[in-house]
């Protein structure tokens, strides 16, 4: 285990003391998870143990098992915590990629899905396009249209977070097209060209994205996924301009004005693109924060300054909340901190959404039926889940639970940070939506492998950095829980 930069941190410091055990641990609105464990439970020398080890041998006969952390027992995993095939019983802090919102096996969602409704969905799955299901409208309303973003009345359903990004291009060029042809029918050559895959049929457009931006792995969103070389590496790509993303200086309220003048330089960047790019860009594509590439944020101020451009320029905006919506940031969608001059034109979402696809207008439905379009478009099984989910996260108040839990985990960050003075940097986030840096990658990954001996599960993102992403019922014991582990791993990495 190649830690010695962070030990050397670490051993520098003996004298610092302070501790965040004497913080009191605030009271949260939200109801504890019935039947939940009372803390991580550890019984193997390994993560993976033996047993997940077996599993993963079996399983690369028939497919690549090399991303997996462990193999999990579902049925034994409860609320916050998910168990293994080994026994243990771990905290966690990563949620299958941001993507559990109310917790393991819900009791809620458990009753539920013992009913008709559920049950019918799962074994007659509709051709949502073709012969949608009588109560169809209905669950729509009662699920996907109780968030619906301000200002946006349309939804498009698809299958992953990848499905409602690469729509959504489709969606912004086709509108794009309509409004070049002011409405008009699409002409004799429109359609012969384009089964050349040639121009006029086929235009010459683009979407523009951002550096370290991430937005799927299907053939177009790669064009935009900018976050590691792995995910693009001998996939051919489309010509299509990529701008800096702000990166911002820490802490933020003693660098504001040079802050600002980083923004402006990235807006400055954004505008030029926009008029020089030799492919007309038809749409822009940004993350509220840079999940996949190290947790990246912007002020608000960035935000507006992107709206702005693109109304100027006719160019859409498309937010790519597949990774912040759903109330991780403290408000429902991420965007809502922002107070943009209008809304966004079309707002993606997956996850912890559960469903996937993007908001919209009318403007930005294809003018012909069959153009964006799949066989299943989208899950009326997963629109029944969110229909739960919704209802859980209001008559429980999770998103004060959030802000709750956030704060106090961040406030516990902070302690750490000064307990262990040049080990952590950078801690950043809204919400339970946080990040924070170590000094290389090698120390980042010693610490995930050891905490997760000690019972808690966590993800990575960017060069060196370790992302938060709780489920929205994590509640500050939970995080107490955390931070006396990784009081300990700290703590134990610097007498080794």
């Known amino acids: 285990m190649s830690t010695s930069r962070l030990v050397k941190c670490l051993n520098s410091n003996q004298h610092i003391v302070r501790s965040f055990g004497s913080r009191s641990t605030p009271s949260s609105p939200t109801p504890d998870f019935i039947g939940e464990y009372k803390e991580p439970i550890v019984k193997t020398k390994t993560i993976p143990g033996p047993e997940s080890k077996a599993l ?23 609320g916050n ?39 019918s969905a799962i074994i007659n799955r509709p051709s949502l396009g ?17 968030v619906a973003p301000k200002g946006l009345h349309q939804v498009f359903t698809a299958m992953c977070g990848s499905c409602a990004n690469e729509c959504a291009y489709k969606a912004v060029f086709m509108h794009y097209q309509h409004i070049q042809r002011n409405g008009a029918p ?35 969103t790669l064009s935009t996924t900018r976050s590691k070389a792995i995910h693009k590496l001998d996939i051919p790509a489309f010509n299509w301009p990529a701008a800096t993303f702000p990166d911002l200086i820490y ?34 594509i940004v993350e ?46 991420a965007h809502e901190h922002w107070n943009l001059s209008s809304p966004p034109d079309i707002v993606t979402f997956s996850k912890k959404m559960q469903a996937a696809g993007f908001y919209h207008n009318i403007e930005f439905r294809p003018s012909e039926s069959y153009r964006n379009f799949n066989t299943w478009m989208g899950d009326p099984l997963r629109a029944l889940e969110l229909e739960v989910v919704i209802e859980q996260i ?37 919400g339970t939506f946080l990040a924070i840096d170590l000094p290389t990658a090698a120390e980042r990954d010693a610490i995930i ?46 007498k080794n």
């Not at 073709?130 to 109780?146: A, C, G, R, T, Y």
């Not at 802490?251 to 693109?273: A, F, S, T």
């Not at 950095?465 to 300990?488: G, T, V």
């Open 394 to 430: 209001k008559k429980n108040h999770l998103l004060d639970n959030v802000t709750i839990t956030g704060d106090y985990l961040k406030n516990g960050l902070f302690d750490i940070s000064n307990k262990y003075p040049g080990v952590l940097s950078k801690i950043r986030g809204d």
């Open 130 to 146: 073709v012969l949608p299901p009588k109560d169809w409208p209905e669950l729509i309303q009662n699920s996907f249209m109780q």
């Open 251 to 284: 802490p933020l309220e003693q660098n504001e004005k040079k802050n600002r003048d980083i923004e402006n330089k990235c807006l400055q960047e954004v505008e030029h693109l926009i008029k020089t790019w030799p492919i007309k860009v038809a749409g822009l």
């Open 449 to 494: 492998a050891a905490i997760r001996l000690k019972g808690v599960e966590m993800g990575v993102c960017g060069d060196k950095s370790i992302r938060f992403r709780p489920m929205l019922i994590c509640k500050p014991n939970h995080i107490d829980q955390f931070l006396n582990r990784f009081d300990q791993t700290l703590n134990e990495l610097k």
């Open 81 to 119: 915590y998910i168990a293994d095939v080994d026994g243990n019983v771990l905290l966690d802090l990563y949620c299958q990629i941001a993507s559990i919102p109310i917790g393991y096996n819900n009791p809620e969602l458990i009753k539920a899905a013992k009913s008709d409704k559920w049950i």
């Open 186 to 220: 699409f002409t004799e050559e429109d359609l012969q060209s384009c089964m050349k895959n040639q121009v006029p049929g086929s235009p010459e457009l683009s979407i523009l994205s951002f550096k370290k931006g991430f937005h799927g792995r299907t053939f177009g």
């Open 288 to 333: 509220p924060i840079q999940a996949e590439g190290g947790d990246n944020h912007a002020t608000p101020y960035f935000f507006q300054g992107l709206r702005d451009i693109t109304k100027k320029y006719g160019v859409a905006m498309i937010v790519d909340e597949v990774q912040t919506g759903m109330g991780a940031t403290g408000k429902f969608w």
């Open 56 to 78: 993963s041998e079996k399983l690369n006969k028939v497919q690549d098992p090399r991303a997996a952390h462990f193999f999990a027992d579902y049925a034994n995993s409860r």
